[in-house]
Every structure is written in structure tokens, then in C-alpha cells.
């Protein structure tokens, strides 16, 4: 990104900054991504809330002392921070967008994991968490994924916004049960699946495979019927 910005094609900083003040927006935008990170995903928080705590912003009581304004180092190190938080709270937002949006991202994100566990395993490497289609269980994370990886910023974000409540923590619990259910879903047509599976294995062991395809068949319609 810093980088780009090098090209004069895309540098829209020379000319309206100072030399001085495009070096520090390109360190805000670089500390910023870096915090995007699930590995300080933490410790970002906890700074945020030492700051909402030391001001008592809360209930968008004291939000004018976002800033801190007790010397430049101060306004710098808050400005800072401000920024990483929301971009990290942008970042992991589509869990908390409608769930038909909610969901295709998820679905998106996931054929990527996916892509690259399947690159990882013809290399003969490690497959990385959450990148193995054949054991990944996509809506079973979910719920928890919001619940305790996207929601508890939002709730520190809602101190200085209360709007947020009513906005994206109310889709996010929505979204919640959503999961849920498709998590149900899948796991008992999985479950169908391999009992399907077992069935044929003791029909072809026993050698009435027709006469046994024959009853699923009759029995799925059964189902869908009623």
C-alpha cells in the first residue's frame, strides 16, 4: 500500500502534505494494517479499552476526550490508535453485515483458506489452520468467530457511538442464531450422508445393492415429502 504511493500515478499526498506529514501518514496507514493482524488483535484492545477507561468514555459520555490533547506525543499516540482500531473493526465487519451479505463473504473467505490448504498439501507442507476443506467446518466456527473475535470491539466501539447497539450488535446477535441453525442443518445432512454410506457398504458386502438403492430412494422421498 505504502509502497504505491511511491508511484506518482497513484501518490495523491506530494504537493497538498509536507515531507513531514506524508512520513507520518504512511507510518499511520503501515501501524494500522499491521494491527489488522488476529495475533495483536489483543493487545489492540486492550490498549482501546485503557483508553476509553482512563477517560470514563462510556455511553458516548466524555467521547470529546477521545484525544488526548496533553501534549503532541499524546494526540499522536491516540490518533494512532484510533485509527488501528478502526480499521481492525472494518476489517472483520461482514460478520456483522445482513447474513445473505454476511454469509457469501464467509463463503468467499473460506474458498481462499481452502485454495491455499490445497497448495500447501501439494507441497507437501503444513496445511495452516482453518485452510483444510476436507476437515473445516465453516458455519460450525461462526457463531463463535462473531461472538467472541468480532462482537467485543464493536461493544468498545458502541462507548463512543451507542448507535452501534442497534446497528451492527444487533445483526451480529442475528446473525448468530443464523449460523446456528446452518450449522444444524449440515451437520445432520452429514450425518444422513454417512449413514447413507454405511448402508450401501453393507449392501454391497452382502451383494443386494439394487434392492437396497432401491429403499433409499423410496425413503429420501418419504422425507422431502413430508
Not at 65 to 84: F, R
Not at 85 to 98: E, F, G, K, M, Q
Not at 111 to 128: C, H, I, P, R, T
Not at 177 to 198: L, P, T
Request: negative net charge.
Amino acid at each position: 500500500t505504502v509502497k504505491l504511493l511511491d508511484i506518482s500515478e497513484y501518490d495523491f499526498l506530494s504537493g497538498k502534505f509536507t515531507r513531514a506529514q506524508i512520513k507520518l501518514i504512511k507510518k499511520r496507514i503501515v501501524q494500522s494494517i499491521l494491527f489488522t493482524d488476529m495475533a495483536t488483535m489483543k493487545q489492540l484492545r486492550d490498549e482501546f479499552q485503557d483508553h476509553l477507561n482512563k477517560f470514563a468514555i462510556k455511553d458516548s459520555e466524555n467521547r470529546n476526550l477521545l484525544i488526548d490533547n496533553t501534549s503532541p506525543e499524546t494526540v499522536e499516540v491516540t490518533k494512532q490508535l484510533i485509527s488501528s482500531v478502526a480499521l481492525h473493526a472494518c476489517d472483520i465487519s461482514t460478520s456483522l453485515r445482513p447474513y445473505e451479505v454476511s454469509a457469501q463473504w464467509a463463503d468467499l473467505l473460506f474458498d481462499e483458506f481452502f485454495n491455499q490448504g490445497d497448495m500447501e498439501k501439494a507441497q507437501q507442507l503444513d496445511v495452516s489452520m482453518m485452510c483444510d476443506r476436507t476437515t473445516t467446518n465453516i458455519a460450525g466456527g461462526q457463531a463463535g468467530f462473531i461472538q467472541f473475535v468480532v462482537m467485543p470491539i464493536f461493544f468498545q466501539l458502541a462507548d463512543i457511538c451507542p448507535e452501534i447497539h442497534n446497528l451492527q450488535l444487533e445483526v451480529g446477535r442475528q446473525n448468530i442464531e443464523k449460523w446456528k441453525v446452518r450449522a444444524d442443518s449440515e451437520k445432520k445432512q452429514k450425518e444422513k450422508e454417512e449413514q447413507m454410506k454405511e448402508i450401501l457398504a453393507q449392501a454391497v458386502s452382502k451383494g443386494n445393492v439394487a434392492e437396497t438403492v432401491g429403499k433409499l430412494s423410496e425413503l429420501e422421498q418419504t422425507k422431502q415429502k413430508t
